[in-house]
Structure formats: structure tokens, C-alpha cells
């Protein structure tokens, strides 16, 4: 499976019409050693652009936006209990959440590696 | 994440360190006006935890170094007495003092540490280290205040570098073995393989360590030779920042300002005993009043319950709902392994235990009032 990733740092990964979503390897460098996760709740209703979930680094809180738009059938309870996993495996074990796509042609919007790559590199 | 503003960095400060500091790697940001490292590769929450184990070395070049002359030390202390509400004159030859510049209805233009020069031709001689983002106001404020015969020089050529840590006394004293015997917050001169330097044992992070004042173009040779050691390590304002929240220590413009008094910021014990009675100092009608009756609000520190950090700004209730204060510095701590902040609430909410309400992302997280001191002070007795 590709991932697609967002402007806001989040990567996504679609398997049929469930999405999984993280944080990239450059988000969870930039905010350095993560301590706390809140993840939305399962059955949660998620909109392209909205505050999803939260990450906090010892020194700043972050948002993690919905970069699709769906309801949340699954999250990841391993990261709040270790946070730091999201330093350790942001892109793989440290997913965030699940969500069921309600509009598939979302992922049009979305960068590819190659896209995501240049936009860090000038960013 | 950007502000979109024009590159700040064209008019920042660099600390004589800078090149160390790029070359170990470190994440450099603007901080009062300088180009400083908030951390290196080890990451903040390894570098506190490392400080609190070993030995971390911080530049913090960027304050004020000054020194206050005068014809005697009796002199020069109550010159500067008139000033700050701190014991001057009672202080000993090569002894430290912490207190605070006031403002005339008692609010704090900054908090310093003054040194009595260890005596001989020294004798008059007061030093003070002062906050990099205060440092022109505080000179001006001075030389206001203080004329003829008194004289105050700024010493712009000076590094100033911290070694903070269980192991800080152990790594010092190979190279400055009179480092060992200083106790704390006391001072000398003294040589570090030779070059001239004046340390003081004293810091900001609740550890044992010192402070070492040097020549700008001697600073790299030191700072070299402290981070070969392999109980050392070189640590960002990140770390600094988590150490000295954890310790209980206030940062000049978050946990005090022109507008708290010393008493509201729980730093009562720093002023002497001889000048609460006396006075002589700006804001001391104010102050006297504090003590004897209770200052309306106080700094307390703040446990929120669960893991979740509570940041500067954060509403404080009671327990009906009611705003009763704001958190001043809040965070992450390392070693405390939880969230910890501190702030000031009214009078009436400050006792220890006191059960209150954080407004955390529109929800109300639930915390308590504590002492500040979240990791308890190992200062060299």
C-alpha cells in the first residue's frame, strides 16, 4: 500500500475504504520527545481539516488534523500509553486512528512521497 | 508552523560559542535577542535527564554580566541596597546573594545574583549576573539611580558558562580544583587549566553545579574541554527550561514581572530579615504590608492529575468554576515524570492540597495546589 501525506504532516495509508493515519518521521522529529497523546474517541464523526487528536512534546502541544473525512473505528491505545513510540515508529507502529472514508476522492488532494518530500525540503 | 515575518535571525545576537554550538549539531532559535541552542541531538528530555544524573553543560553567555563599584564594601552595598530588597550589607566576602531589582510600588524589573568580591583590592566590588532579555534595562535603571562615587561596568567580553549535576563538583575539579571546596553559593577566583576565570557555585536547574565566568576569547577552550569529558554533556534551553520548572525556579517575564511583588512570588525568603523592618528599598511600604497581612494572589505550583501538560496561559479555577489565576510556566517534567507547572492563584486557593479546575483545550482537567518544588533541591551543603 502507498501513503499519501497532508501539509499538516500526517501520513495515511487506505486499505479498501478504511484509512490509517499518523504523524510523519519529520513531525515527530520538529516536536521532539512526545509525552502525551489524546486520540478521539471510536465512532468518533472526523471532518478533512479538523482537530482529530492532540500530541504534546516536553515543550509545545500540537494538533493533529483529520486529513480526511470519515467516522473513527479504530485507535491506537499503545501510544498513550508509551508516547514515545510516536518518536520511535511514527510512520508504522505509531499510528493514530482508523477512519472509515465517507468520500474516497479526498485522497485526490493528497501529496505523494515525492510531493511530500519537496514540500519539507522547502518548507 | 511559521509566522510569515522577515527572517528574525538578520538581528541576533551570537554568543562567543555559536560555532560549538552548530558544530555539536544543535537546533539553534531566537531567544532574548540571541541565536541560542535549544537543544542538541540528545533531545531535551534525554539532556534533563542527563543534567540530573551526570553533568550538563549550558552556555548562557547571553546575560548580563556587570560589576557595581564603589570606595568600600559598606558603600557599595547600601548603594545597591536602595535598590533591591537582598541583605547586601550582611553579605560575606566571596558569598552570593539572590534578590530583585524594584520597581518604586514593588514589582520586579528582574531577579539577579549579586556577589561580594572575595575582599583584598576587590573590597567594593558587588557583581551581578542579570536576565539577557532585562540586561539593558536593568543598567540604565542603575546608572539612574546610582551616581558618583559609584560605578557600574558592564563586561560585554565576558562568556558565562553552567555545569549543572551530581557529577558537576567531580569534572570541575579536574581542571579547577578550587571549584571543590567552594560551598554553595559561594565564590572565587580561580584559574581552569590556567585560565583566569571566576566561578561561583550556584545554577538554575536544582542540582549542584557551578558558574563559570571567562574571557570570551578563552570560553571555547573551556567549553572543549568540558565536553570531552565523558560525564558531560552540552545542554539546550529546552532542558533548561524543564530543570528549572521542576526545581521550582522563576523565569524572568512568564513567572515574574514589573507587575508581582516578591512576596506574591513566593520569594519572601530572599529578602533579610534587617530589611523588612527597615525598608529602604522601592515598593517596601507595599511588601511590609504583604508580609504582615497576606499578599491577594501567590505563586504556587500546580499538579495536573494524568499526563496531560497544562502550558503558560492556562485559566485556573475553583472548584464552582471560577477563574482564580493563570499558569505562568507549564510542562512536561522529565524527572518528575509527569506534568508540572506553577502560577498564581488568589490568596484563598494557595494552601497545599487545594483541589482546582486547568481549562486545557476547553475541558476542565483536574489539579492541585503544590509546593513548587516539584524535584527537590540537591544543592552541596
Known sequence: MTKRYTKDHEWVEVDGDVATIGITEHAQEQLGDVVFVELPSVGKQVSRGGAAAVVESVKAASDVYAPLTGEVVAVNDAIVADPAKVNQDAESGAWFMKVKLADKGELDGLMDKAGYDAFVAGS | ?381
Not at chain 2, 91 to 111: C, E, K, S, V
Not at chain 2, 123 to 146: F, Q, T, W
Not at chain 2, 196 to 219: L, P
Request: aromatic share 6%; hydrophobic share 40%.
Open chain 2, 1 to 381: 508552523m511559521g509566522t510569515g515575518a522577515a527572517d528574525p535571525a538578520a538581528q541576533l545576537l551570537r554568543t562567543p560559542l555559536y560555532a560549538e554550538h552548530v558544530k555539536l549539531g544543535a537546533k539553534m532559535v531566537p531567544f532574548a535577542g540571541y541565536e541560542m541552542p535549544v537543544q542538541y541531538p540528545l533531545g531535551v528530555l534525554k539532556e534533563h535527564l542527563w543534567t540530573r544524573e551526570k553533568a550538563g553543560l549550558f552556555d548562557v553567555s547571553h546575560m548580563g554580566q556587570a560589576a557595581l563599584f564603589g570606595p568600600n564594601h559598606d558603600a557599595t552595598a547600601a548603594a545597591l541596597e536602595a535598590l533591591v530588597p537582598g541583605d547586601l550589607l550582611g553579605l560575606q566576602p566571596g558569598r552570593i546573594r539572590y534578590t530583585q531589582l524594584l520597581t518604586d510600588d514593588g514589582g520586579i524589573i528582574d531577579d539577579l545574583m549579586v556577589t561580594r568580591a572575595a575582599g583584598g583590592a576587590d573590597d567594593g566590588r558587588l557583581m551581578l549576573v542579570v536576565n539577557a532579555s532585562r540586561k539593558a534595562i536593568d543598567y540604565a535603571h542603575i546608572e539612574a539611580r546610582l551616581g558618583l562615587p559609584f560605578k557600574l561596568e558592564i563586561a560585554p567580553d565576558r562568556a558565562l558558562l553552567a555545569l549543572q549535576g551530581p557529577l558537576a563538583e567531580r569534572v570541575l575539579a579536574k581542571h579547577c580544583p578550587e571549584a571543590a571546596a567552594l560551598a554553595f553559593m559561594a565564590a572565587t577566583r580561580a584559574e581552569f587549566d590556567g585560565i583566569e576565570c571566576h566561578v561561583s557555585r550556584s545554577g538554575y536547574t536544582g542540582e549542584d553545579g557551578f558558574e563559570i565566568s571567562v574571557a570570551e576569547t578563552a570560553v571555547a577552550t573551556v567549553w572543549q574541554t568540558l565536553t570531552a569529558d565523558a560525564d558531560v554533556q552540552p545542554i539546550g534551553l529546552g532542558a533548561r527550561d524543564s530543570l528549572r520548572l521542576e526545581a521550582g525556579l522563576c523565569l524572568y517575564g512568564h513567572d515574574i514581572d514589573e507587575t508581582t511583588s516578591p512576596v506574591e512570588a513566593a520569594l519572601t525568603w530572599s529578602i533579610g530579615k534587617r530589611r523588612r523592618v527597615e525598608g529602604g528599598f522601592p515598593g517596601h511600604a507595599r511588601i511590609a504590608r504583604e508580609i504582615a497581612d497576606g499578599p491577594a494572589r501567590k505563586r504556587v505550583g500546580i499538579r495536573p492529575e494524568g499526563r496531560q501538560p497544562a502550558r503558560e496561559g492556562t485559566v485556573i479555577q475553583d472548584a464552582g468554576g471560577r477563574e482564580i489565576g493563570r499558569i505562568t510556566s507549564g510542562g512536561f517534567g522529565p524527572s518528575a515524570n509527569a506534568p508540572v507547572a506553577m502560577g498564581y492563584v488568589e490568596i484563598g486557593h494557595a494552601a497545599v492540597g487545594t483541589s482546582v479546575g486547568l481549562i486545557v483545550r476547553d475541558k476542565r482537567l483536574a489539579a492541585s495546589v503544590t509546593d513548587p518544588t516539584f524535584v527537590p533541591h540537591h544543592y552541596k551543603k
